[in-house]
């Protein structure tokens, strides 16, 4: 049995709602009714690299970084794949440049997205036809 399953279901158009555990998840590649896939994808790198900072500054005996806001953006190339990801993280606490870049380096290793994002992690895909 895999860790984690998901089911998605599109009826028409390119919208489609992702059943996760207990929860649905609205997506749509043309913004209508949900965020698209590369805006969601971006959303979940720095909602997986936030708490992974949290764990890195408590691994650095920082424990009380207050409130954490990561302000992500990408580029899109001309295929609109994403090109680049930045991460603008604001952190409450005060931190010196060298513990903050520590604490960063720490949350690259602790954070699943970031280590998902490689290019010999893609789907293995398996086509049924007829199915409904």
Do not use: K
């Not at 590369?38 to 790198?45: E, S």
């Not at 708490?51 to 992500?72: H, K, Y």
């Amino acid at each position: 049995m895999a860790d984690i399953e998901t089911s998605t279901v599109s009826e028409a158009g390119y919208a489609s709602t992702s059943q996760v555990g207990e929860f649905d998840l609205q997506i749509d590649a043309t913004d209508e009714t949900g965020p698209n896939p590369n805006a969601t994808l971006v959303a979940t790198y720095a909602s997986c690299y936030l708490p992974a900072f949290r764990v890195g500054g408590s691994q650095r005996g920082e424990e009380e970084l207050g409130q954490i806001q990561i302000d992500a953006s990408a580029e899109l190339d001309d295929d609109d794949d994403l090109e680049s990801i930045a991460f603008d993280v604001h952190v409450e606490a005060e931190l010196d440049d060298e513990t903050a870049a520590d604490i960063a380096e720490r949350a690259e290793g602790i954070c699943h997205v970031h280590s998902a994002l490689r290019e010999g992690l893609y789907a293995d895909i398996s086509v049924y036809t007829g199915a409904f």
